[in-house]
């Protein structure tokens, strides 16, 4: 017979790690389905260079290597860097974009728990700024099963940079659903003539909303098994779709639908798996609000305002400066401390 006090066993960062990885799959699962087996390429390129920067640093710093490589936070970036970036992406660009976001972002403030900035985002931002060409070369989505290049000419194209039969690389990518809505938008089009366009499905692009419904699964997942808590990824997601439904209702013609903006991009798993990285994000529950609110505006103003075509990256990195900020303001009260001027 079980009786009370209950005591938990904590659960170590490696458990956590890899339960963030496993929730992963799904999303993943519905990339490979969609646009063939190259990001698998870039998945095991980034976790090669992952763990050997890892441990490159470790032994730099004088720490041990061995336990610091089982906790499966490298491992984690390499995995969360490589879903951000184009599957047919040329090998080096995953290797550089992985080799700074572990030794850069990670251990030149000291390693896991110091770090104030996501690694996988600032790899990101690095690329995105320096390599902006390759960086929009993504993958066209084919019929199930039937992907335009088979698993050797996607190889072949990662680290030769060569394609098969003589196909241009226009002919197998293309810009990203969100790319093209702004593109088109500022050429005159309607938001309704956009979305009449081939590469749109029922919610967003096709087969980039299934990617987007595998990562929403994956951090279900997390949520049911309380590695992450609701305040994050619910209100990052509600106050996306708040804004854009605002800005929707006010003017249809030239903003897309609140939806469109949940499935496409990096906004799902953003959510479930950047955002709530418990190192750069605050630690309090109304905290969390604040930070999660901050960064929906802040991707939703970017995506349709600024430069760059999504905004889940930026926005997570500058929502992350004011995590000192907004730790410090929103302690809960210590009980048994005594108000400022009150009586003794």
Same mark, same amino acid.
């Given at each position: 017979?079980?009786?009370?006090?209950?005591?938990?066993?904590?659960?170590?960062?490696?458990?956590?790690?890899?339960?963030?990885?496993?929730?992963?799959?799904?999303?993943?699962?519905?990339?490979?389905?969609?646009?063939?087996?190259?990001?698998?390429?870039?998945?095991?390129?980034?976790?090669?260079?992952?763990?050997?920067?890892?441990?490159?640093?470790?032994?730099?710093?004088?720490?041990?290597?061995?336990?610091?490589?089982?906790?499966?936070?490298?491992?984690?970036?390499?995995?969360?860097?490589?879903?951000?970036?184009?599957? !047919? #992406?040329?090998?080096?660009?995953?290797? *550089?974009? %992985?080799? &700074? =976001? +572990?030794?850069?972002?990670?251990? /030149?403030?000291?390693?896991?728990?110091?770090?104030?900035?996501?690694?996988?985002?600032?790899?990101?931002?690095?690329?995105?700024?320096?390599?902006?060409?390759?960086?929009?070369?993504?993958?066209?989505?084919?019929?199930?099963?039937?992907?335009?290049?088979?698993?050797?000419?996607?190889?072949?194209?990662?680290?030769?940079?060569?394609?098969?039969?003589?196909?241009?690389?226009?002919?197998?990518?293309?810009?990203?659903?969100?790319?093209?809505?702004?593109?088109?938008?500022?050429?005159?089009?309607?938001?309704?003539?956009?979305?009449?366009?081939?590469?749109?499905?029922? !919610? #967003?692009?096709?087969?980039?909303?299934? *990617?987007? %419904?595998? &990562? =929403? +699964?994956?951090?279900?997942?997390? /949520?049911?098994?309380?590695?992450?808590?609701?305040?994050?990824?619910?209100?990052?997601?509600?106050?996306?779709?708040?804004?854009?439904?605002?800005?929707?209702?006010?003017?249809?013609?030239?903003?897309?639908?609140?939806?469109?903006?949940?499935?496409?991009?990096?906004?799902?798993?953003?959510?479930?798996?950047?955002?709530?990285?418990?190192?750069?994000?605050?630690?309090?529950?109304?905290?969390?609000?604040?930070?999660?609110?901050?960064?929906?505006?802040?991707?939703?103003?970017?995506?349709?305002?600024?430069?760059?075509?999504?905004?889940?990256?930026?926005?997570?990195? !500058?929502?992350?400066?004011?995590?000192?900020?907004?730790?410090?303001?929103?302690?809960?009260?210590?009980?048994?401390?005594?108000?400022?001027?009150?009586?003794?």
């Amino acid at each position: 017979m079980f009786t009370s006090p209950y005591i938990t066993k904590p659960v170590s960062v490696s458990e956590i790690m890899l339960k963030v990885m496993l929730a992963l799959l799904p999303g993943i699962g519905f990339y490979v389905w969609y646009y063939g087996p190259a990001i698998l390429v870039s998945i095991t390129l980034a976790s090669v260079t992952a763990l050997a920067t890892e441990a490159a640093m470790l032994k730099l710093r004088d720490r041990p290597v061995a336990p610091f490589l089982k906790d499966n936070s490298a491992l984690l970036t390499a995995w969360l860097l490589a879903l951000s970036i184009p599957p !047919l #992406a040329p090998w080096w660009l995953v290797v *550089v974009g %992985t080799l &700074f =976001a +572990i030794s850069i972002s990670k251990h /030149l403030y000291g390693g896991l728990g110091n770090n104030p900035f996501n690694p996988a985002m600032i790899g990101y931002a690095v690329l995105i700024i320096s390599f902006p060409v390759q960086m929009t070369h993504w993958l066209t989505p084919h019929p199930v099963g039937h992907p335009e290049l088979s698993f050797i000419e996607q190889l072949g194209y990662i680290f030769s940079g060569v394609l098969p039969r003589g196909l241009t690389l226009d002919a197998v990518t293309m810009a990203t659903p969100l790319d093209t809505l702004k593109t088109q938008l500022h050429l005159g089009l309607s938001v309704g003539e956009i979305r009449d366009m081939p590469i749109y499905g029922r !919610l #967003a692009g096709k087969g980039s909303e299934m *990617v987007a %419904t595998g &990562f =929403a +699964i994956g951090g279900l997942y997390l /949520l049911w098994n309380r590695i992450i808590s609701w305040h994050l990824p619910i209100v990052y997601l509600g106050t996306l779709y708040a804004t854009a439904g605002l800005f929707h209702v006010i003017d249809p013609a030239h903003y897309v639908t609140p939806l469109f903006h949940l499935f496409s991009g990096a906004a799902m798993i953003g959510a479930f798996f950047i955002l709530t990285d418990p190192v750069t994000s605050p630690t309090t529950p109304r905290g969390k609000i604040i930070f999660a609110a901050g960064a929906g505006i802040l991707t939703y103003l970017i995506r349709a305002f600024g430069g760059f075509p999504d905004g889940m990256a930026f926005a997570t990195l !500058l929502m992350n400066i004011c995590v000192p900020l907004i730790d410090a303001y929103t302690q809960p009260k210590v009980f048994g401390k005594k108000a400022k001027g009150a009586q003794k």
